[in-house]
């Protein structure tokens, strides 16, 4: 299986603060996601991207997050000003053009105090 | 909107058994995605099926889509401990490729040596 990198593994951050997490995709893997996972419950869409736009986004992702991929390379997930709820796994996941088949990353724990 | 229950939430058994769990939907997927996840990390994909009444085998593991394409199961076979953890289905969009996934409820999988 394809290997998908995250960074950081865990962030702990006070609310309010701005916290990145960050994806080193898979080489011909044009489309990515990212997905969070609250402790106890399902994994949740919240974004997917594709040629430098958002190609769908759920009612999670509001104006306090955005995506990018600033060089290219890495696929970035930003949170503007995080609150105790954002507490959660976040996953990025990719997948090759014209298929479902999506690899996920191992996750960046984020914790908000 | 597209809802996954996957059957039973929890399953406990003893080593050599047989065992099936199932997903299910009223909707229809383009595909249907069985995913492994370990505790603290991200889904490890399993297999990927697209077709209607299509069953794909990995070693002991069995994977059926439904004619519909409205449900799957994992049938396993001789289980063993190394079987154990949690298994997660998730269906494609309603178009085929590249559209976000959504997750079932997940069944936590035991197998007592």
């Known amino acids: 299986e394809p290997e998908v990198t995250q960074t950081p593994s865990h962030q702990v951050t006070q609310m309010g603060q701005e916290v990145i997490l960050r994806c080193v995709p898979i080489?011909?893997?044009?489309?990515f996601y990212w997905y969070r996972q609250i402790l106890g419950q399902k994994v949740e869409f919240l974004v997917s991207?594709?040629?430098?736009?958002?190609?769908?986004k759920s009612e999670i992702f509001d104006d306090q997050f955005s995506v990018e991929r600033p060089d290219g390379s890495n696929f970035t997930l930003k949170i503007r000003s995080t609150k105790l709820e954002d507490s959660a796994m976040y996953f990025c996941?990719?997948?090759?053009?014209?298929?479902?088949?999506?690899?996920f990353g191992p996750g960046t724990r984020l914790t908000v105090l | 909107t597209q809802l996954l229950e996957q059957s039973p939430q929890f399953l406990s058994i003893q080593e050599g058994e047989n065992l099936t769990v199932y997903c299910n939907s009223s909707s229809v997927f383009s595909s249907l995605q069985w995913y492994r996840q370990e505790p603290g990390e991200g889904p490890v994909l399993l297999v990927t099926?697209?077709?209607?009444?299509e069953v794909k085998k990995l070693k002991r593991l069995t994977f059926q889509f439904g004619d519909a394409r409205k449900d799957s199961s994992l049938h396993i076979t001789a289980a063993q401990p190394g079987d154990t953890g949690l298994y997660l289905c998730?269906?494609?969009?309603?178009?085929?490729?590249?559209?976000?996934?959504?997750f079932g409820t997940g069944t936590r999988l035991t197998i007592i040596p």
């Open positions: 099926v697209v077709t209607g009444g």
């Open positions: 080489s011909n893997h044009l489309y």
């Open positions: 998730a269906g494609g969009g309603v178009n085929f490729g590249n559209e976000k996934l959504t």
């Open positions: 996941a990719m997948g090759l053009a014209g298929t479902d088949t999506q690899y």
């Open positions: 991207f594709y040629n430098n736009e958002i190609s769908e």
